[in-house]
């Protein structure tokens, strides 16, 4: 195919000028040779050596294609209209495992979906469909549809604020979606820290993987953390994202791996008022974990966590939370109660900040 050769500075001048008049190539590329530019000429453009082309040489060149604009160009031809038109619109890329939700119609061309999304987007590793949340820890029912070069992991890194974390949908909660809730989280144990005048004991019973840790940690807002979770999947995890965590951190930290249930945490005599801050990340079942958990809280402390429950009902979990605060003994120096995001039509998952001292 022939090429004009042009200077990269004034590429857009002469795509204008052959779009005006009909000489440009639709869907071939723009080839780049060195500081020049080869870009794609139509049969009916002028021969090489016409005035118009003012001097600027016409190469012969191979035509660069471009390809498809979207995965879904990728399949396989006999699939069938019916079934194109119920495509998914949207999919999760979660560092290099690419998580689609497909209706049942699709089961059928459910490999081709996959196959059609690996050769369309490279950084993604293996595609998987998702089945939901299911099970104790709520973690994600997935089925490996396709992967690159044979790969069946799930594990992956992610990156969250400059900081990388390995997770495993598969096996273990994480949801890129609440990173600014973790944003906000570390603010106010900047705060707390800086009311405090020193690093925090902060405590993290539900920990996961460990994203509400990496901005308090790596900020220097942390000397002591004490993270665990009940899902024994989580815990390798949670132990190698600490171990990175600590040696990004600004100041020295210690650290204490505690797995089993955050409601026991209580029967262990160093973790009894020794938190200047405990995270409750069970929107599910916050609530009932607050009694068990107020025993961990040093003099003055926080307590960050999220609760799904009804809309409008953010009066009732103020009253709820103060009760079981000040049943323990403890006075409520603040209490904020958000609604944050929708979890269904009727539920919404609540922000709760409460802080809370011994002293009269």
Same mark, same amino acid.
């Given at each position: 195919?022939?090429?004009?050769?042009?200077?990269?500075?004034?590429?857009?001048?002469?795509?204008? &000028?052959?779009?005006?008049?009909?000489?440009?190539?639709?869907? +071939?590329?723009?080839?780049?040779?060195?500081?020049?530019?080869?870009?794609?000429?139509?049969?009916?453009?002028?021969?090489?050596? %016409?005035?118009?082309?003012?001097?600027? +040489?016409?190469?012969?060149?191979?035509? #660069?294609?471009?390809?498809?604009?979207?995965?879904?160009?990728?399949?396989?031809?006999?699939?069938? =209209? %019916? #079934?194109?038109?119920? #495509?998914?619109?949207?999919?999760?890329?979660?560092?290099?495992?690419?998580?689609?939700?497909?209706?049942?119609?699709l089961?059928s061309?459910?490999?081709?979906?996959?196959?059609?999304?690996?050769?369309?987007?490279?950084?993604?590793?293996?595609?998987?469909?998702?089945?939901?949340?299911?099970?104790?820890?709520?973690?994600?029912?997935l089925?490996?549809?396709?992967?690159? %070069?044979?790969a069946?992991?799930?594990?992956?890194?992610?990156?969250?604020?400059?900081?990388?974390?390995?997770?495993?949908?598969?096996?273990?909660?994480y949801? +890129?979606?609440?990173?600014?809730?973790?944003?906000? &989280?570390?603010?106010?144990?900047a705060?707390?820290?800086? +009311?405090?005048?020193?690093?925090?004991?902060?405590?993290?019973?539900? =920990?996961?993987?460990?994203?509400?840790?990496?901005?308090?940690?790596?900020?220097?807002?942390? =000397?002591?953390?004490?993270?665990?979770?009940?899902?024994?999947?989580?815990?390798p995890?949670?132990?190698?994202?600490?171990?990175?965590?600590?040696?990004?951190?600004?100041?020295?930290?210690?650290?204490?791996?505690?797995?089993?249930?955050?409601?026991?945490?209580?029967?262990?005599?160093?973790?009894?008022?020794?938190?200047?801050?405990?995270?409750?990340?069970?929107?599910?079942?916050?609530?009932?974990?607050?009694?068990?958990?107020?025993?961990? #809280?040093?003099?003055?402390?926080?307590?960050?966590?999220?609760?799904? =429950?009804?809309?409008?009902?953010?009066?009732?979990?103020?009253?709820?939370?103060? %009760?079981?605060?000040?049943?323990?003994?403890?006075?409520?120096?603040?209490?904020?109660?958000?609604?944050?995001?929708?979890? &269904?039509?009727?539920?919404?998952?609540h922000?709760?900040?409460?802080?809370?001292?011994?002293?009269?």
């Amino acid at each position: 195919m022939r090429h004009l050769s042009v200077p990269k500075s004034i590429t857009e001048v002469w795509l204008s &000028s052959l779009r005006s008049h009909g000489w440009l190539v639709d869907g +071939a590329g723009i080839t780049a040779e060195g500081e020049m530019r080869l870009l794609p000429l139509t049969e009916s453009a002028p021969p090489e050596g %016409d005035d118009v082309w003012q001097g600027h +040489a016409v190469l012969e060149r191979e035509a #660069l294609t471009r390809g498809p604009s979207h995965w879904a160009e990728r399949l396989p031809s006999d699939v069938p =209209a %019916d #079934l194109m038109d119920a #495509l998914p619109s949207s999919y999760e890329i979660m560092g290099d495992v690419l998580l689609v939700k497909l209706e049942t119609p699709l089961k059928s061309v459910a490999v081709d979906i996959a196959t059609a999304m690996l050769a369309h987007l490279p950084n993604v590793r293996v595609v998987c469909e998702d089945h939901g949340v299911h099970g104790t820890f709520r973690v994600r029912h997935l089925e490996v549809l396709a992967g690159r %070069d044979g790969a069946t992991s799930t594990q992956t890194s992610v990156r969250e604020f400059g900081l990388t974390y390995r997770v495993d949908p598969a096996k273990v909660y994480y949801s +890129a979606r609440l990173g600014n809730e973790r944003r906000r &989280s570390a603010a106010v144990l900047a705060e707390h820290a800086s +009311a405090l005048g020193r690093p925090l004991v902060v405590f993290d019973p539900y =920990a996961g993987v460990g994203p509400n840790l990496g901005l308090p940690v790596t900020e220097g807002h942390a =000397a002591w953390v004490v993270a665990g979770d009940l899902n024994p999947d989580a815990m390798p995890l949670l132990q190698q994202n600490l171990e990175h965590l600590v040696d990004r951190a600004r100041s020295s930290v210690e650290v204490t791996l505690h797995g089993g249930d955050g409601r026991a945490w209580r029967e262990h005599a160093p973790f009894l008022g020794a938190a200047d801050a405990v995270f409750v990340n069970l929107p599910h079942d916050a609530a009932s974990h607050l009694a068990d958990l107020v025993p961990l #809280l040093a003099d003055d402390a926080v307590m960050l966590g999220w609760s799904i =429950a009804d809309r409008d009902t953010e009066a009732d979990l103020n009253a709820q939370v103060r %009760d079981v605060l000040e049943a323990a003994g403890r006075r409520v120096v603040s209490l904020h109660v958000e609604a944050v995001k929708g979890y &269904s039509t009727t539920l919404v998952m609540h922000r709760l900040v409460v802080r809370s001292t011994t002293g009269s």
